[in-house]
């Protein structure tokens, strides 16, 4: 090889030398970046707060109840006094066998024209109630009743005394219902239990029977809500009474005593109960199982972003690898050219020398 050749493929080799390490210098930075972008990730990972399992213990507590007949009563407050004695709250609760309820729903036929309609369930005719006075009520002659009782089957197996106490007693289910369900008239139909022989009354709201739409044939579009009476649970807070309270040797209530040193004081015995809270405990759990499902879902997603970078920097360690031995081979062949070189420039000069 002659000494311009070998100065030629020296400054190739010095130049392919020079490409190798820059390339290795983005490597290693791109490496660094990907080792930042880890740390992050990891960081991340460290950050994140571990869901944490609702305990029964913490929708759990104590329910100390008495009973006064019927009713069942729940204290939920208890302010201890400088004389001793506490004022207490208490829920009470009991059941009303003659309350107005909701009875689902009905299809209504109507029948008549504008201003005079009738509406039927069935085929039984609905009456308008009316809020009538006693006195007005006892004053009835027996003409009014027979006008009032109409065709009604129900009405017709009435006395004049008992049709008359029926009067009365629908004064008391229109306050009922107006307090329940709303101001409103009422229309009443009464359905006889063959097996009892006993008639309930059911009542419709004439405001909604006016509204509704009906069909060509009469029939409502839809469904009437339909009342009746029948059971239903009441309850009622009690607040601020004064008590004493008796306890056995843990602490546990086992006695309450209402309006201590009054002329109506009375003693009631109280039960202690352990009450778990389910609803509350459940929603909990649920809020649980979605925390921990988006927790494992985020740290299946870091990971497999981690597992990611992992593969690009194996890819790159091994890119580094290929040029550290391409390099060796580069330096390799560039000392064999310098010996070239040096022999050719020592002939030369001995030579012309």
Same mark, same amino acid.
């Given at each position: 090889?002659?000494?311009?050749?070998?100065?030629?493929?020296?400054?190739?080799?010095?130049?392919?030398?020079?490409?190798?390490?820059?390339?290795?210098?983005?490597?290693?930075?791109?490496?660094?970046?990907?080792?930042?972008?880890?740390?992050?990730?990891?960081?991340?990972?460290?950050?994140?707060?571990?869901?944490?399992?609702?305990?029964?213990?913490?929708?759990?507590?104590?329910?100390?109840?008495?009973?006064?007949?019927?009713?069942?009563?729940?204290?939920?407050?208890?302010?201890?006094?400088?004389?001793?004695?506490?004022?207490?709250?208490?829920?009470?609760?009991?059941?009303?066998?003659?309350?107005?309820?909701?009875?689902?729903?009905?299809?209504?036929?109507?029948?008549?024209?504008?201003?005079?309609?009738?509406?039927?369930?069935?085929?039984?005719?609905?009456?308008?109630?009316?809020?009538?006075?006693?006195?007005?009520?006892?004053?009835?002659?027996?003409?009014?009743?027979?006008?009032?009782?109409?065709?009604?089957?129900?009405?017709?197996?009435?006395?004049?005394?008992? #049709? &008359?106490?029926?009067?009365?007693? %629908?004064?008391? /289910?229109?306050?009922?219902? $107006?307090?329940?369900?709303? *101001? !409103?008239?009422?229309?009443?139909?009464?359905?006889?239990?063959?097996?009892?022989?006993?008639?309930?009354?059911?009542?419709?709201?004439?405001?909604?029977?006016?509204?509704?739409?009906?069909?060509?044939?009469?029939?409502?579009?839809?469904?009437?809500?339909?009342?009746?009476?029948?059971?239903?649970?009441?309850?009622?807070?009690?607040?601020?009474?004064?008590?004493?309270?008796?306890?056995?040797?843990?602490?546990?209530?086992?006695?309450?005593? #209402? &309006?201590?040193?009054?002329?109506? %004081?009375?003693? /009631?015995?109280?039960?202690? $109960?352990?009450?778990?809270? *389910? !609803?509350?405990?459940?929603?909990?759990?649920?809020?649980?199982?979605?925390?921990?499902?988006?927790?494992?879902?985020?740290?299946?997603?870091?990971?497999?972003?981690?597992?990611?970078?992992?593969?690009?920097?194996?890819?790159?360690?091994?890119?580094?690898?290929?040029?550290?031995?391409?390099?060796?081979?580069?330096?390799?062949?560039?000392?064999?050219?310098?010996?070239?070189?040096?022999?050719?420039?020592?002939?030369?000069?001995?030579?012309?020398?």
């Amino acid at each position: 090889m002659g000494m311009a050749a070998s100065q030629a493929r020296f400054l190739g080799l010095t130049a392919r030398k020079t490409n190798v390490e820059y390339e290795g210098q983005q490597i290693n930075q791109q490496r660094t970046t990907l080792s930042n972008q880890s740390a992050n990730y990891y960081n991340d990972l460290l950050g994140m707060t571990v869901p944490v399992p609702p305990s029964v213990a913490d929708y759990t507590k104590t329910v100390y109840t008495f009973e006064d007949g019927a009713l069942q009563n729940s204290i939920s407050t208890m302010i201890a006094q400088n004389d001793g004695t506490y004022l207490i709250s208490y829920t009470s609760s009991w059941t009303d066998d003659f309350a107005v309820v909701s009875a689902g729903q009905s299809i209504v036929t109507r029948k008549g024209t504008e201003g005079a309609y009738t509406y039927n369930v069935g085929a039984k005719e609905l009456r308008q109630m009316q809020t009538l006075e006693d006195d007005d009520i006892d004053g009835m002659s027996e003409e009014e009743l027979e006008t009032l009782r109409g065709n009604d089957e129900y009405l017709k197996t009435l006395s004049d005394d008992q #049709l &008359k106490k029926l009067l009365k007693e %629908e004064n008391n /289910y229109i306050s009922m219902l $107006n307090a329940q369900y709303g *101001q !409103a008239d009422w229309m009443v139909r009464y359905v006889e239990n063959t097996t009892t022989k006993t008639w309930t009354p059911y009542f419709c709201k004439k405001q909604v029977l006016d509204s509704a739409i009906y069909s060509n044939t009469g029939s409502s579009q839809s469904s009437i809500p339909v009342y009746t009476t029948g059971s239903t649970d009441r309850t009622e807070e009690v607040k601020g009474v004064t008590a004493r309270l008796e306890q056995d040797s843990t602490g546990r209530i086992i006695s309450v005593t #209402l &309006k201590p040193g009054d002329p109506d %004081e009375v003693t /009631y015995s109280v039960t202690t $109960n352990t009450v778990t809270d *389910q !609803a509350a405990y459940d929603d909990a759990m649920n809020q649980y199982e979605y925390d921990k499902y988006q927790y494992d879902q985020t740290v299946q997603e870091i990971n497999a972003k981690i597992e990611i970078i992992q593969a690009q920097d194996k890819n790159l360690e091994l890119r580094l690898k290929q040029l550290d031995t391409e390099q060796d081979a580069i330096q390799t062949e560039m000392d064999a050219v310098q010996k070239v070189i040096e022999k050719n420039t020592e002939s030369t000069f001995k030579t012309f020398g």
